[in-house]
């Protein structure tokens, strides 16, 4: 199946706990932001990283522009709304896609092929929206894919009443869940982990250092449905 999405990185938080601009900070000596790029650039028809301001830009420009992709594009949270939904709503609204692949800027394991399952599913399934959940019910919205027009909307609404969460966004979209574990295994390492703290570089590089980890995006495909 020939899958054509757009990939959205909301790039324009900042990291309390860290202390740096999450994108820039460095985990083996590599910025955060290009790990996602890396694996999202190659199965994408376009990469938008979404930032609160110019000067976020600023910051990222060496780095992007050494990559020289004309694939990846750069927007801004929409302006009058506060929290997460500023950020979604203008990755949608520039995306040429008709569906998009939403996540964050903090996740170095992230696993091209997961990915690839994840919006194969949001196709073939004619649903709104495939998101991960954990056994718990804990889900992974920012590791997710989402059809732009009824994404679109279901923000416009969960704004208008006031809502920031994206548990109040799913609950106005027709969603499949994938399990979560399942997909851990199809990646072969801890695909989910995002950086938050010291604490989580730490075990991000001890990870990214052991064979499996490395060989993290070489897992053969599964299908999970």
């Known amino acids: 199946m020939d ?3 757009s990939s959205v990185i909301l790039a324009g938080g900042e990291s309390k706990r ?9 985990l083996l000596d590599k910025p955060l932001l290009l790990y996602v790029i890396d694996a999202l650039l190659p199965i994408s028809r376009e990469v938008i990283i979404v ?15 050494k990559l020289n992709s004309p694939k990846i594009r750069f927007t801004y949270d929409v302006s009058g709304i506060n929290g997460i939904l500023a950020g979604v709503k203008a990755g949608l609204q520039a995306s040429k896609e008709s569906a998009v692949f ?10 091209s092929k997961v990915v690839e399952l994840i919006m ?12 991960p959940m954990w056994n718990n019910g804990f889900i992974e919205p920012l590791y997710a894919g989402y059809m732009v027009s009824p994404t679109l909307r279901a923000v416009d609404e969960a704004i208008n009443f006031g809502e920031k969460s994206f548990r109040d966004l799913l609950k106005r979209l027709n969603v499949n869940y994938l399990s979560a574990e399942q997909l851990v295994d199809v990646a072969g390492c801890q695909t989910f982990l995002n950086i938050n703290s010291q604490e989580d570089l730490h075990l991000a590089e001890r990870l990214l250092l052991t064979s499996s980890s490395m060989s993290c995006d070489d897992t053969d495909y599964i299908s999970i449905s």
């Open 51 to 65: 930032l609160k301001n110019s000067m976020q830009r600023v910051f990222l420009a060496d780095f992007i522009e």
């Open 120 to 131: 194969s599913n949001l196709i073939k399934l004619n649903v709104n929206a495939v998101v």
């Open 3 to 5: 899958i054509r999405f």
């Open 18 to 26: 860290l202390g740096r601009y999450k994108p820039t900070v460095k």
């Open 102 to 111: 939403l996540t964050g800027c903090d996740l170095p394991l992230m696993n």
